[in-house]
């Protein structure tokens, strides 16, 4: 379990070793579809759907702790905003990169 992420569940949850497993599990899960979904998106220039799982990913990277996770997502979000595809493509790297770590 990433450090950050274990610090921020625990004080959120109590330190409810199950429970943080169970959310951190749900937390790898999403990031693994919604990369998925990004690369979809990204080849069909589904732009408005693109910037959706862009703002999914940064929310539940928040909801984790995954500050890094999140502050790459609002980039992906801004390059959606202005249909960048060779920044978004940066942009899904590193955040298969980051997803690598989980």
Known sequence: ???????YLDE????????????YGEYVSSVAEKLGEADQTLAASEWDKFDKVAHTIKGNALAAGDNEMAETA????????????AESQRLIARLKELAGEL
């Not at 379990?1 to 610090?7: E, L, R």
């Open 1 to 7: 379990m990433k450090a950050c992420c274990k610090a």
């Open 74 to 85: 609002i980039a992906l979000r801004g390059a959606a905003k202005l249909t960048d595809v």
């Open 12 to 23: 959120q949850f109590g330190g409810d070793a199950d429970l943080v497993g169970e959310i």
